[in-house]
């Protein structure tokens, strides 16, 4: 059975919504809420969150969590984990889990796992779930993967994919199985890859699309994808958190 661990990489600045895994939600922190959710995965031994401010430290130890300081030169959230990585000999597989996710499935943490237990020809494991709306097919923040029907990826873009010629995009979104999904950005990655990607420059097509788990299948490493129903809501945005405290104080 894979030693699995989660990795969450926490950065202090953010654009859109400065500061956020510092913000405080009834309570608790975004990062704390990330931190508390994930840790009911099963399949997760252990679990750190890999940041790179003294504050974001404090704070994690504040909470009674994991942390280690990483370097600010980190270049993305995979290069965070890696760098935790390096320093845990034990574990076979790293999960990456976003810190802005307080409704993080810890379900959904642990079939990434499993797919990397289930399929040892893969380098790395992630999620996708269907695209039900025309608006998000044709929306460039919304990636888009198309799957082979192994459970593969064949590719990620930003573009509306598959592209129907006949442009009749509400019959693709409603075709039956499923054509049209959604990435999510939960992966498990195994150690030999993060030490593989850390050592590689950004290849053509990453560079094209901005995202880098294009450096995986450009390099002909492959992603096997799990598929789920919903996506959890990470918060982007004043609006976002706002949405999430209604959403809490709903439930009591």
Known sequence: ?????????????????????????????ILQRTYEAA?????????????DDPR???EVERFGGNAMMTSVDCQSGTDRVAEAALSDDQADVFVNVQGDEPEIDPDAIDLVVDLLEQHPEAYAATLATPIRDVADLK?????????????????????????????DFQALVDHDPRLCWQHI????????VLQW?????????????????????????????????HPAIGIDT????????????AEG
């Open 1 to 29: 059975m894979l030693n699995a661990k989660i990795v969450i990489p926490a950065r202090l600045a953010s654009t859109r919504l400065p500061e956020k895994l510092l913000r405080v939600v009834a309570g608790k922190s």
């Open 39 to 51: 840790s009911r995965s099963r399949r997760a031994a252990s679990m750190i969150v890999a940041v």
């Open 56 to 58: 974001l430290l404090a």
């Open 139 to 167: 929306n460039p923040n919304c990636v888009k993967v198309v799957l082979e029907t192994g459970g593969y990826a064949l590719y990620f873009s930003r573009s509306p994919i598959p592209l129907p010629r006949d442009q």
């Open 185 to 192: 950005g939960l992966y498990a990655y195994r150690r030999e």
């Open 197 to 229: 990607f850390t050592q590689q420059a950004p290849s053509p097509l990453e560079l094209t699309e901005r995202l880098e788990q294009l450096r995986l299948l450009e390099a002909g490493r492959r992603i096997v994808v799990g598929k789920i129903d």
């Open 238 to 249: 004043e609006e976002d958190l706002q949405a999430f405290e209604r959403k809490l104080a």
